[in-house]
């Protein structure tokens, strides 16, 4: 079977795991100043998080907004339209997700999803399709010219990569709610989904909405290239907003007194248990050292 990579797939490189985190923690820390130069000037910031099934945009969404405000930085991820959504103009359920003055939004999936899986699955009309490429630019064009900053990222990975991370996900326990019906229709119709994505770039690709295409196949390397990137797009600055510099004393106390314990309902404490637990095998399991070894039988002798 071929693999097929959508665009140019820059070759997996194994980035060793101290400079990964040194340079994660380089850009978090650049992107703590980019919320504090958000919330200080009333910017808005959208983000759209677009591209291939397991393609790592969740990811890069978790390492973005780890240490970031929940109040400043939020995601919006919406689920299937209502009936009532679904009589709506299209792009209206997503203006109530727009940020307000000081806030950064994180599009987990976008009115993009029109011209991708409701365009290969057949969820919406010729018709419907061929408006959304008509209005969107348009739509996009009146949100940057009110003063949002607004970027557009597709991630894109390989087939077989694609298809690695699926048998991932059905092994792991804890990710296996991500394998969707759609996922599964996604590895059938591959090619229909490069097609629905080629149209839909050459429609909505605009000098005031560009998309950018992240390389992904290295989740690792897909990660800081995205957020070094858009850093990188963004007007801001180190605002020094007269933060706290030390912490003062605490007061020795005076008539304050305790409760007794007995009048609080506490968690049981499970972990002293567990670690004995963990202590007890791994003395169990360890191998006893050569100098050990030769004690034992100079004593035997």
Same mark, same amino acid.
């Given at each position: ?38 919330? #200080?000037? &009333?910017?808005? @910031? ?8 397991? !393609? *790592?945009?969740?990811? =890069? ?38 940020? #307000?003055? &000081?806030?950064? @939004? ?8 029109? !011209? *991708?899986?409701?365009? =290969? ?181």
């Amino acid at each position: 079977m071929a693999s097929y990579a959508e665009d140019i797939v820059i070759p997996k490189v194994k980035i060793p795991n101290k400079l990964y985190e040194a340079e994660l923690y380089r850009l978090q820390v650049e992107l703590a100043k980019l919320q504090r130069w958000v919330k #200080t000037t &009333g910017a808005r @910031v959208v983000v759209i998080f677009e591209g291939r099934d397991a !393609a *790592g945009k969740g990811g =890069v969404i978790k390492r973005i907004t780890q240490y970031l405000s929940p109040r400043v930085a939020r995601i919006a991820a919406l689920p299937a339209p209502t009936e009532r959504e679904k009589g709506q103009w299209y792009f209206q359920r997503y203006v109530q997700h727009l940020p #307000t003055a &000081g806030e950064i @939004v994180l599009f987990d999936r976008s009115w993009y999803n029109r !011209a *991708g899986v409701e365009k =290969v699955m057949g969820f919406s009309t010729e018709e419907e399709i061929a408006r959304f490429m008509h209005q969107c630019p348009t739509f996009e064009k009146m949100l940057v010219d009110d003063g949002i900053l607004l970027r557009k990222y597709w991630f894109s990975v390989s087939d077989d990569e694609q298809y690695a991370r699926f048998e991932s996900r059905l092994k792991d326990p804890l990710r296996q709610w991500k394998l969707s019906p759609m996922d599964l229709e996604s590895i059938t119709r591959w090619e229909d989904y490069s097609r629905a994505k080629d149209e839909m770039m050459a429609e909505t690709d605009t000098q005031w909405a560009p998309w950018y295409v992240v390389a992904a196949d290295t989740k690792k390397a897909a990660r800081l290239n995205m957020i070094s990137h858009l850093l990188s797009t963004l007007p801001y600055e180190d605002i020094n907003v007269g933060g706290v510099n030390s912490l003062p004393q605490r007061p020795k106390a005076r008539t304050y007194k305790r409760p007794d314990v007995d009048t609080n309902k506490y968690v049981p404490d499970i972990t002293s248990a567990l670690v004995d637990q963990y202590k007890g095998k791994k003395d169990g399991l360890r191998p006893e050292s050569s100098k050990k070894k030769k004690m034992k039988k100079k004593k035997g002798k």
